[in-house]
């Protein structure tokens, strides 16, 4: 890790702080982007990076075994300092159940702040977090340092398309905080061009508004797909379907569940961990064509991926908002066709098109899902050519040398616009600041 003390050129390293929620070892989600890219920062000589982030607990809603029992913890992972806040995890999703989980990590964050030596030259926050967004912004202001909020997903049009209870209210008071914190950013990152008009449309001048795609963030297969079915005890004469990632509300995986159910000559395989998963196998106790399988260890992950005929993407019909899930850099990257049962004019829409790589059905219909599987299935070479087509996608601009070159850029800007201050180790230097942010 850089230190503040300086570096071999002799010039001293500039502090760093990442707010993110999710942090490694989260495997699925926005954990492994915020690892990468505080990693990534961390092996430059120049910058001395900390990331403030919450108890590892998602996709599951369950805080890693690990960490139960702890309040506070700090520990170096890969070159990076990282300083852990307990917080409320809501095993079931609604309004007020979100509100307390956001709360419990604001209220954790300022009242112990991670000690990082000194006050930060940078501040980064992943959104959607309100309560990330929120404290990143403080530390940034009380330390008149640049601010660069990543909009991975934006909280009040989740919110509003939930389905969960006191969804629009939730919505109006999480849209009033993004557009606070918003305004603060020194320059506002996006991952997808669809969130542009959102983030504008909350105040933020379109000149400070940067185009910055996630990567993906797993390497390819390396076992053989007929090895990898085997183990699993998929026949290589059935079609498997499978969905990989967080089990929630929003995914209105039922969808799933109800095509297996018409077609039984189908195995549909749901991976993965969230608050819907009790309902989700209940659903499909009685169906003998649909199984729930824990998420696969990251070693395994893309074989898992690669040995399914199609993967999967799901999300209610009342879901139009401009996300992209994270699920798909994977999805592309294990070279296999994705079919999204997903709203037409949604970002995750968009970005299936921009790729080549998936068929598109109607939201929540099974019959279409169901259909649009077997035509895969009834024409191999279309399959294959969709599954080559995401992954040469993946190859040429999701790769993941690219996706951090573009968020150091944005780093780089931010810090060139700011006014000319003491980097960190010259300010301590000086005069005490005090050890907390």
Do not use: C
Request: charge should be positive; proline fraction near 7%.
């Amino acid at each position: 890790m850089g230190g503040s003390m300086g570096n071999r050129s002799g010039v001293p390293a500039r502090r760093l702080v990442l707010v993110s929620t999710n942090y490694a070892p989260e495997r699925a989600g926005i954990g492994p982007y915020a690892a990468q890219l505080a990693e990534h920062w961390a092996a430059r000589d120049d910058l001395d990076v900390h990331v403030l982030a919450g108890m590892p607990h998602y996709p599951a809603w369950r805080t890693d075994p690990a960490y139960r029992g702890s309040w506070r913890v700090t520990e170096d992972r890969a070159g990076v300092r990282v300083h852990r806040r307990r917080h409320t995890v809501p095993a079931r999703q609604s309004a007020l159940r979100r509100a307390l989980y956001e709360a419990s990590i604001l209220g954790h964050g300022l009242l112990a702040p991670p000690r990082t030596g000194g006050a930060p030259d940078i501040v980064v926050a992943q959104l959607p977090s309100l309560a990330g967004g929120v404290l990143a912004a403080r530390m940034a202001r009380a330390a008149r340092a640049p601010f660069i909020p990543v909009v991975q997903d934006l909280m009040g049009a989740a919110a509003a398309q939930s389905g969960i209870r006191g969804g629009d209210r939730a919505a109006a008071l999480a849209a009033s905080v993004e557009r606070r914190v918003l305004a603060s950013a020194t320059l506002v990152g996006v991952i997808h061009e669809s969130f542009v008009e959102r983030v504008t449309a909350l105040g933020v001048p379109r000149s400070r508004v940067r185009t910055v795609p996630n990567w993906s963030h797993i390497a390819g297969p390396t076992r053989p797909r007929a090895e990898t079915r085997a183990r699993l005890g998929w026949a290589e004469d059935e079609t498997v379907v499978l969905h990989s990632g967080n089990m929630g509300l929003k995914q209105g995986l039922e969808v799933l569940v109800e095509t297996a159910r018409l077609e039984t000559t189908l195995r549909v395989v749901l991976m993965g961990d969230g608050n819907q998963r009790r309902q989700l196998a209940a659903l499909a106790a009685s169906l003998p064509n649909a199984t729930l399988m824990p998420p696969a260890p990251e070693a395994e992950f893309p074989d898992v991926l690669a040995a399914a005929d199609v993967l999967a993407v799901t999300q209610r019909a009342s879901v139009l908002d401009m996300s992209v899930p994270s699920k798909l850099t994977s999805y592309f990257a294990a070279g296999r066709p994705v079919i999204a049962s997903v709203a037409e004019g949604g970002g995750t829409a968009e970005e299936l098109r921009r790729a080549g790589a998936a068929l598109l059905v109607p939201p929540e219909d099974p019959r279409a899902l169901a259909d649009g599987v077997r035509a895969l299935a009834a024409d191999p070479a279309h399959a294959t050519a969709l599954g080559e087509t995401g992954r040469a996608y993946a190859t040429e601009r999701l790769g993941s040398a690219a996706g951090l070159a573009r968020l150091t850029a944005l780093l780089d800007e931010a810090l060139d616009e700011a006014p000319t201050r003491p980097t960190a180790a010259r300010r301590n230097a000086s005069g005490p600041r005090g050890a907390r942010v």
